[in-house]
């Protein structure tokens, strides 16, 4: 039966400025917004990495900025607080994040506080809860991996329940992402192989959850398409500029996908391990996506096809593609020497808690298998016997 498609919308309230050496344009785009006076939200490997001052050394000399750089590899609701603190305290009129996912998502989070006067990231946990415009938000991305400088999303660890809480309103998106490639070149190779079949996962979940349309499908597609050709000559070669600067495309095209329709299942195991044990979110992700996929493979073959052919991959049925598909992602966690789970150190004997409040997780419904907690159980006993 024919049938046209649903009703859908598509919103992108962040302008994108990308391009080896584009941070340099970072006072152009203050400027643009207004802002004089920013909190530098980063990390402190980002800044012993030099990169913070790299980024600034382009700023005129008269630009009155403070450097915040708490912030936990898992960003905490604590690292929020602190983080808005120090935004009140020095008066600041703007946010700049620079570094990797943590410092973005923090930095989205501080702007939530700033922009409400308020001290507990918590009271905004959920969807469309946020209902101020942020402060202006500058957002430069030092990794290929989660895409958060132009997703709506904020995750944030409650310390007080060990779980990872989403915040999620388009008023969270930044208003500019500036992404150089040329600031990813000296990212070590493991967080290089971990980030970027994160960003894998962005794509391939949003292109297979329930909820993906036309224009996500598109950018999840291409995203796939760009990740899988250049994740391993960037691993081999740091110093590849074109597969770096490729990858940074690919992890962008992922986080305007999965914004715009959502992850699943292997987010819901990840974030679950991220919050109990403070593992990276990227590596937890990376982990578990060759796991899901063939723990759902039947239920999707047609889409996983797609995926396949994104990969470049020749089959002759559905079939056949989907199964190409998840042997293709298992041979790259190979590839670029992807941790095991067992490496993590989880205890088995919280196996069921883990499942427990992966199934609770809003993403489950997305997955195109339903899972329910002893689905969940069965992946995590897959990734137990590696």
């Known amino acids: 039966?024919?049938?046209?498609?649903p009703v859908f919308s598509f919103e992108l309230p962040t302008r994108i400025v990308f391009g080896a050496g584009s941070s340099k344009n970072l006072f152009e785009e203050m400027n643009a917004l207004k802002a004089s006076r920013p909190l530098i939200v980063t990390d402190k490997g980002v800044k012993a990495a030099g990169i913070v001052d790299k980024v600034l050394a382009g700023l005129p000399g008269d630009i009155k900025y403070q450097i915040f750089d708490d912030v936990d590899p898992n960003p905490k609701d604590i690292n929020v607080a602190a983080g808005a603190k120090s935004y009140k305290e020095f008066g600041a009129d703007s946010i700049i994040a620079i570094g990797g996912g943590s410092p973005i998502?923090?930095?989205?989070?501080?702007?939530?506080?700033?922009a409400n006067n308020a001290t507990d990231i918590k009271a905004y946990e959920g969807k469309n809860v946020p209902s101020k415009p942020l402060p202006a938000?500058?957002?430069i991305p030092t990794t290929s991996g989660t895409g958060s400088e132009v997703t709506f999303s904020s995750v944030i660890n409650d310390t007080g329940k060990n779980y990872k809480m989403t915040v999620k309103n388009p008023y969270t998106a930044p208003k500019t992402a500036i992404c150089d490639s040329s600031l990813t070149l000296s990212v070590p190779a493991h967080i290089t192989a971990a980030t970027g079949v994160d960003?894998?996962?962005h794509a391939i979940e949003a292109f297979t959850a329930t909820c993906a349309e036309p224009i996500s499908d598109a950018a999840a597609l291409y995203a796939i398409e760009l990740i899988y050709d250049n994740l391993k000559p960037a691993f081999e070669d740091g110093s590849n500029l074109k597969a770096r600067d490729n990858m940074l495309m690919g992890s962008m095209l992922a986080g305007i996908a999965f914004s715009h329709s959502d992850v699943a299942s292997v987010h819901c195991i990840a974030e679950s391990l991220g919050g109990m044990y403070d593992l990276p979110h990227g590596t937890c992700n990376a982990i578990f996506l060759p796991y899901m996929m063939e723990y759902c493979m039947d239920y999707c073959e047609k889409r996983y096809a797609r995926v396949a052919k994104a990969m470049g991959l020749s089959f002759n049925s559905d079939k056949e593609g989907a199964k190409a598909a998840v042997e293709a992602v298992k041979q790259l966690a190979k590839d670029v020497a992807l941790p095991s789970f067992a490496s993590l150190n989880v205890n088995p004997s919280d196996y069921q808690k883990i499942a427990a409040a992966s199934a609770k997780n809003i993403s489950t419904e997305s997955n195109p298998r339903p899972m329910k907690e002893e689905d969940y159980m069965a992946v995590?006993?897959?990734a137990h016997r590696g």
Do not use: F, H, S
Not at 1 to 5: D, F, G, Y
Not at 107 to 114: R, S
């Open 137 to 139: 938000l500058i957002c």
């Open 380 to 382: 995590l006993e897959m």
């Open 1 to 5: 039966m024919n049938t046209v498609q």
């Open 199 to 201: 960003a894998l996962t």
């Open 105 to 114: 998502d923090c930095a989205k989070a501080i702007g939530v506080l700033a």
